[in-house]
């Protein structure tokens, strides 16, 4: 039997009593009082002034002034008695919500940081990344307004002045090793619950006092010894004291049930399954808890013993539902792969049949033997197959859960990605939409199980191919794509969209494109009907909905500055952005004449760590000048024949120490591989010399 969706109106005011703002109706104010909205993190507005016959009358009314110091944001702004809140770089704004006017401006005190850390200045202090991420959001609650900062301090500001209210340390660690704060303080009857964490530490969620930042409750997302869970890591080991699962994004909460929910990330090491086998509980996974105690009530891990930096990093989603016509409280997680998972949750059972399905197999890195997938359902990310054309000459085709392996290096996995950007639910049509990249990297392994390198080939690959960026619509009651829109994609440097989208009860759905374009969809089938271009191609922020004094806006962040749209609004679009110039290959040029066949590679690690690649010459792009003679050195174990794109020349065969030389007489640019090797690239830029340069490359 086909399921229906509902929301009624007593569970929205229920969730807007909660955050201690009631919102109004169109034709006084409608606020927006958390990152996604409201407690079920639906990022849909009851308004529906802009609508299908209204659409095309939609125009900027206002646009900010430039954030302070460059600062760019991706933040979703929060609405409340027409202000409007959000940060960029180490600075809380107040913008008049109805011109753009600042009201008032908080920059987060960094002397102290500055003595703390030793850093020369204040500046170094905030530009270190020790102020309020650009990622994340606030949160709004008791006249203040929140602000979580990546070294584990968590401020409140009053909501009229900027007065600091309060600033508290919630990490348990001292600097330099605090817990940043993860993810927007979710505010919920004088609670703020949020997550701590770092890339190689244990998570937590954590509620504290909104009114004095006291620390009510701390739950690990790693249980220790004697809890359960515990034994799904390895014994005798303190692998979990560091094993990550933190929570990277805003949580929900429905306080009639008294849970709150987050997602999980990865458990570390990222790709270093043979030093921790067992599922690694509760990485990767939706978690529900108690709101008074912290207490976990249920879970549901959506990947077995992730070795592919799996984060869940998409809010959950809660909304109300029937199911074969019994009312349902469904809570909806969208895995990195596009899979849409739905549960009841009051309990965690499952509201779509999940089946557990095999996956390849690596005995070296421990990998489960199968998988969690919703039967029935429909991936928002392209198929695998669509790949197979477009791999490079030298590499193999990979996908989701192939295990990353030491032993073949050429691998190019399918890096399905549907993170950051937020889904949204529309009670109107029961679909959820969401906003993914689907593409093919290079997941490096070393015998060192704490080195993670996830890189996009085109770093050191000739004409990789580009992501597919989508947006599309899942119906909530059966996983299956309704609609899909591919947008603009270039390469990883620029032009990608990560911002997630709003719907309305206009019918639409509004979503902010990489080319810097804010775009009007047709809720029901995706068609676009309007498209304003900004002079801003920064893709990574989510659009919003109010209302003051009955008139409806539309709002989002551009790179580093808001712009707000309204009915009748007349400022001019912008020119359109053209993409960015696509290079051959990417990365830094060294200038010398000594290529060597094995590169020593440092990786960021908890300080730094060493990896052997045969696979990478060093340097990977060499300046010469025209004339010169180039030496190649083979540094490594395995032998290397060194040619020239197209054949034009070649090393001959390099043994271990052996040595070649070949002179570059014209100025231009040489790629080459290793013909054992054909996914190993390098490149010569040549430049012409000082007195003219000559025709020709050859070798000695």
């Known amino acids: 039997m086909r399921a229906t969706v509902v929301l009624t109106a007593c569970v929205a005011l229920l969730l807007s009593r909660a955050t201690g703002v009631v919102a109004g109706t169109l034709g006084l104010n409608h606020d927006w009082v958390s990152i996604h909205g409201d407690l079920a993190n639906n990022r849909y507005v009851p308004l529906g002034q802009i609508n299908l016959e209204t659409i095309t009358k939609l125009g900027a009314v206002w646009v900010s002034e430039p954030f302070a110091d460059g600062a760019t944001s991706r933040m979703t702004p929060i609405v409340h008695d027409s202000l409007m809140f959000f940060a960029a770089g180490a600075r809380v704004y107040a913008l008049d919500a109805r011109s753009g006017s600042v009201r008032w401006m908080h920059q987060t005190e960094s002397q102290r940081l500055v003595n703390q850390q030793g850093f ?35 401020i409140a500001l009053h909501e009229k002045t900027g007065d600091v ?55 690990p997302t ?51 399954g043979k030093v921790r086998p067992g599922d690694n509980l509760y990485s990767v996974s939706l978690i529900a808890l108690q709101m008074n105690t ?24 809660l909304f109300d539902t029937k199911t074969g016509g019994r009312a349902r409280k469904a809570v909806a997680v969208m895995r990195g792969d596009g899979y849409l998972f739905v549960y009841d949750r009051s309990t965690g059972e499952p509201l779509t049949p999940i089946e ?72 109107k049509t029961g679909y959820l939409y969401a906003q993914g990249t689907d593409s093919l990297m290079q997941l490096g392994t070393a015998d060192d199980p704490y080195v993670f390198d996830i890189t996009g080939g085109g770093y050191r690959v000739p004409n990789f191919p580009q992501p597919a960026v989508v947006v599309a619509a899942l119906d909530s009651r059966t996983g299956k794509v309704v609609w899909k829109k591919e947008l603009p994609s270039y390469d990883d440097s620029g032009l ?13 759905v509004f979503h902010q494109g990489g080319d810097g374009t804010l775009q009007a969809y047709s809720a029901t089938t995706g068609e676009t009907l309007w498209r ?21 806006y539309v709002a989002f962040i551009a790179g580093s500055r808001v712009w707000a749209f309204t009915l009748g609004g007349k400022l001019p679009q912008a020119a359109p952005i053209p993409p960015p110039p696509r290079e051959d290959v990417k990365g830094p040029i060294e200038d010398t004449n000594q290529i060597e066949t094995l590169t020593l590679e440092q990786i960021p690690a ?46 001959g065969t390099l043994g271990p120490t052996q040595v070649k030389t070949v002179t570059f007489e014209r100025a231009g640019s040489y790629l080459y591989s290793s013909k054992e090797y054909p996914w190993s690239y390098g490149q010569i830029i040549v430049v012409p010399a000082a007195n003219g340069s000559r025709a020709g490359a050859g070798s000695q």
């Open 356 to 427: 557990e399905r095999s996956v390849p197999q690596n005995p070296v890195v421990f990998t489960a033997p199968t998988q969690p997938f919703p039967r029935g359902a429909e991936s928002i990310l392209p198929p695998c197959d669509s790949w197979k054309n477009k791999v490079p000459a030298g590499f193999l085709l990979g996908c989701v859960y192939d295990p990353p392996s030491h032993d073949v290096p050429n691998r190019l996995a399918q890096y399905a990605s549907v993170r950051i950007a937020p889904m949204s639910f529309s009670p």
């Open 222 to 272: 790693i249980p220790g010894p004697g809890k359960p869970g515990h034994e799904t890591w390895p014994p005798r080991s303190e692998i979990w004291r560091s094993g990550g699962a933190s929570p990277w994004v805003a949580g929900a909460a429905d306080p009639a049930l008294g849970l709150v929910y987050f997602v999980t990330g990865n458990p570390g090491p990222a790709t270093g």
């Open 606 to 651: 908890n300080g730094r760590r060493y990896r052997l690649n045969e696979y990478a010459f060093n340097p990977y792009r060499a300046r010469v000048r025209a004339g010169s003679l180039v030496t190649f050195i083979n540094n490594g174990y395995l032998p290397h024949t060194i040619v020239g794109q197209g054949g034009s020349w070649t090393t």
């Open 120 to 154: 020369s200045d204040p500046v170094s202090a905030q530009t270190s990344g020790l102020a309020i991420s650009r990622s994340w959001g606030l949160g709004l609650g008791v006249g203040l307004v929140f602000a979580g900062l990546v070294n584990g301090h968590l």
């Open 532 to 552: 304003f271009q900004t002079d801003c191609a920064v893709g990574d922020a989510s659009p919003m909905s109010y209302a003051v004094e009955g008139q409806q």
């Open 294 to 317: 912290g207490q976990l009530r249920w879970y549901r891990q959506l990947v077995h013993h992730d070795i592919w930096e799996s984060d869940l990093s998409v809010s959950p989603v």
């Open 496 to 508: 990608k969209s990560n911002g997630g989208a709003l719907s309305t009860a206009g019918g639409l």
């Open 165 to 219: 209210a309060w600033d508290e340390s919630v990490s348990e660690d001292p600097l330099p090793l605090a817990r940043g704060v993860t993810c927007p303080p979710l505010y919920v009857d004088g609670v703020l619950y949020f997550g701590l964490g770092t890339e190689h530490s244990r998570g937590q969620v954590v509620a504290v006092d909104a009114r004095s930042g006291r620390v009510l409750w701390r739950t």
